[in-house]
């Protein structure tokens, strides 16, 4: 059974960086194959691809937001961290970690329940 | 980016209504485009991959066509529990994408 769970603060400063852990379990990321995205969702608004790591530490990241974001994984934690530079008040959002393998089409199957972080002062 | 546009932005259907929500990529993507299911305050729930394949647990009501830009996410007879946000999602090259959400509403 594979289950992911996002943690992180749900409070950030303008200018501060965000630091996000996605917890999982029922799957390795030293599976061939295997990756964990980050997405996010403002309020009322859609889906945002962030960013993406995979089995063999290949990181793919928004181009829009590339600047900001470092995504890292530690394989022995089943964990995946996502930090986020420069937080502004457009980035409150809900923010979900994912689970995806080519063998569901690239899509995301498994979902973290997602964390709201808002930005303010 | 590849840009993904879905159709219409809101609908309203009744139950045991046929509905229909298209997708549209900016450029070909194959067969890589994904639909979800957002319920308020939830997480999405995969629906569909690779445009056509049924998630397991998926209510057989549901199915995906469409390959190259043009895609379509059917439910056959519209259920209570289907009043909810759908999601495309393109996956055939990174960023990948979503389209902004079509929402379904009880009319």
């Known amino acids: 059974q594979i289950t992911l769970k996002e943690s992180g603060p749900t409070l950030v400063k303008p200018t501060q960086t965000l630091t996000l852990t996605c917890t999982f379990s029922g799957f390795s990321l030293s599976t061939s194959g295997v990756g964990v995205g980050w997405i996010r969702q403002p309020p009322g608004k859609a889906l945002e691809w962030l960013a993406l790591i995979y089995w063999d530490d290949d990181k793919r990241y928004s181009p829009s937001l590339k600047s900001r974001l470092t995504i890292t994984k530690d394989t022995s934690k089943n964990q995946v961290v996502l930090t986020m530079t420069n937080m502004d008040p457009v980035d409150t959002a809900t923010f979900y970690c994912?689970?995806?393998?080519?063998?569901?089409?690239?899509?995301?199957?498994?979902w973290g329940q997602g964390t709201l972080v808002t930005v303010s002062s | 980016d590849i840009q993904m546009t879905q159709s219409p932005s809101s609908l309203s259907a009744s139950v045991g209504d046929r509905v229909t929500i298209t997708c549209r990529a900016s450029?070909?993507?194959?067969?890589?485009l994904n639909w979800y299911q957002q319920k308020p305050g939830k997480a999405p729930n995969l629906l569909i991959y690779a445009a056509s394949s049924l998630q397991s647990g998926v209510p057989s009501r549901f199915s995906g066509s469409g390959s190259g830009t043009d895609f379509t996410l059917t439910i056959s007879s519209l259920q209570p529990e289907d009043f909810a946000t759908y999601y495309c999602?393109?996956?055939?090259?990174?960023?990948?994408?979503f389209g902004q959400g079509t929402k379904v509403e009880i009319k």
């Open positions: 994912a689970h995806t393998t080519p063998y569901g089409g690239n899509s995301f199957d498994y």
């Open positions: 999602q393109q996956s055939y090259t990174t960023p990948w994408t």
């Open positions: 450029q070909s993507i194959s067969s890589y």
